[in-house]
């Protein structure tokens, strides 16, 4: 059956009650009685010509209660309230999400406990999954101990029910510590699409410290923390997609390369042994370099090493028919940029760019610096891209994987650096074609292509 939209209506649901109404029903009593014991006094010393210093004493008493009850009221207002609570809880989700990016672990969850309890009423806070106490900060730390099953039968209703519950007594608690101060908590879920991963838990010395104020902030802020956990989740699926991406432009690299390659060695062992010899070396490291290149971004210097190591080899089998050319500046190859991204542009070129006629082809490849982008082309002078065709490269069914490559890059280099980098194309038939990268580094980085600020 739903709860009660109703914060109080929720609390008594919940099995709870409301000693901050009470309290404040019991303050606006003692003020009243207050404002008129004090100006009984005033008013009585006047006319029955008492001390002046007890008017004034009653006077300025009154004075005083006044103001206490207009404070006490101000900073009881529902909308003080909220505004305290909404900072306390933007506070701890701005601190929290550097930790909960690395999803529900121990080590995120201590983190998030002791930022929680710093910024919170409790005593003592606790996150856990849906078996075990992850993380706990405050009194009782040093019995309730991180990493074991979690014991509070009002832990595993709220994870089976998705709903909260409140605590009144140690016994609900369930600590086995007869010392424990702990005599009441609040146990909310915390949610992932929906479905409740875990609980966050906040510990009170004392059952009247709770209140319809500490249950919404509680439910406010496991929202905020199981938005973040789905937000951290996502990004471990977009990790985890550029991963794969990254694997498959690897699984991609042109079989004919590699029997041409095979071929080509294989001719020098009977020609040439000691050339043989080291472009079978080279091969081997290469390919060492497809498989273990894993990693999110390289420099340009690592990334021109690799291109070097696959022009060796289409050198020794096209000879002078490839002509290749360099000109990075130096200041280009300490500039990050995800891995593997030049050599299937360099491999394109020649796989399409060479003509049937036997025809030298030059291969160039630029890096410079401009004032807010670094940029990186492959170009050639080879039979070029028909005008027809050009709209549609991205397409998967383009040349025999030509569309699947240049589509991955481009979509691997927007993931990376946002929309602001792109990938061009240019080309005109008999002329030749240029792919240039241009990579807008993010403006937090140390990059000398970074935007001026």
Known sequence: ?????????????????????????????????????????????????????????????????????????????????????????????????????????????????????????????????????????????????????????????????????ILHSKEDIGCPEPACRLRAAIVVPLEQRDVPVGTLKFYYTSDKLLNETQLAMAEGLARLLSTQLELAELEHQTDLAREMELKALQAQINPHFLFNTINTIAAFIRTDPVEARRLLRNFGAFYRRTLEQASDLVTVERELDFVRMYLELEQARFGERLVLEFDVDPEALDQPLPAFMLQPLVENAIGHGMRPDGSTLTVRISGRCTRDALELSVADDGV??????????????????????????????????????????????????????????????????????
């Open 1 to 165: 059956m739903p709860l009660p939209t109703d914060i109080e209506d929720r609390m008594l649901a919940l099995g709870g009650h409301l000693p901050s109404v009470r309290r404040q029903n019991w303050l606006d009593i003692l003020l009243l009685v207050l404002v008129i014991v004090l100006g009984t006094a005033a008013i009585g010393g006047t006319l029955l010509g008492v001390s002046n210093v007890v008017v004034e004493l009653s006077v300025l008493g009154l004075v005083a209660v006044s103001f206490s009850g207009v404070y006490a009221r101000m900073m009881s207002r529902p909308d003080h309230v909220r505004a305290l609570q909404s900072d306390r809880m933007l506070k701890i989700a701005n601190e929290s999400l550097a930790y909960l990016r690395q999803g529900l672990t121990p080590g995120s969850a201590g983190e998030v406990c002791r930022i929680v309890l710093r910024e919170s009423e409790a005593a003592a806070v606790a996150i856990t999954d849906s078996q075990t106490v992850l993380g706990f900060a405050g009194v009782g730390e040093e019995h309730h101990h991180v990493g074991g099953p979690i014991i509070t039968k009002a832990t595993h209703e709220a994870l089976d029910h998705d709903e909260p519950r």
């Open 384 to 453: 070029g891209i028909p005008e027809s065709r050009l709209g549609s490269v991205f397409d998967p069914g383009t040349s025999a994987g030509l569309g699947i490559a240049l589509r991955n890059i481009r979509d691997r280099l927007r993931g990376y650096f946002g929309s602001d980098s792109a990938l061009e194309i240019e080309s005109k038939p008999d002329v030749g074609t240029t792919v240039t990268l241009r990579i807008v580094p993010l403006a937090d980085t140390d990059s000398v292509c970074a935007p001026s600020q």
